[in-house]
Nanobody, 120 residues
Framework: QVQFVESGGGLVQPGGSLRLSCVVFGLPFSTVPMSWYRQAPGNDERELVGGLTADEYGKNYADSVNGRFTISRDNNKNTLYLQMNSLRPDATAVYYC????????????WGQGTQVTVSS
């Protein structure tokens, strides 16, 4: 059974940083691309934040986060990371990870997500 367990969210002031983690169970993690998504308050859909190939050579980021957010992974720990710097209030959302590079491939297996709130 595939399971995604996100953590690391919290309340941060504008301009601050957070590092999110996602531990993955039930997938051949080291061989699959992974991505981060977020769902902002009042939005019905999750938007892609960015994706990362299994070998970390390929990355993509949403325009709104490019240059401020960095995706990485530790294949030995089955863990995906999202380093978020220079946070802005528009980053307030619940953040999720999933398998895939441009879109989520395990749409029936979303985790609980981790809440990020950027506010002064």
């Amino acid at each position: 059974q595939v399971q995604f367990v996100e953590s690391g969210g919290g309340l941060v002031q504008p301009g601050g940083s957070l590092r999110l983690s996602c531990v993955v169970f039930g997938l051949p993690f080291s061989t699959v691309p992974m991505s981060w998504y977020r769902q902002a308050p009042g939005n019905d859909e999750r938007e892609l934040v960015g994706g990362l190939t299994a070998d970390e050579y390929g990355k993509n980021y949403a325009d709104s986060v490019n240059g401020r957010f960095t995706i990485s992974r530790d294949n030995n720990k089955n863990t995906l990371y999202l380093q978020m710097n220079s946070l802005r209030p528009d980053a307030t959302a619940v953040y999720y990870c999933n398998q895939g590079f441009w879109r989520a491939e395990m749409v029936d297996s979303w985790g609980q997500g981790t809440q990020v709130t950027v506010s002064s």
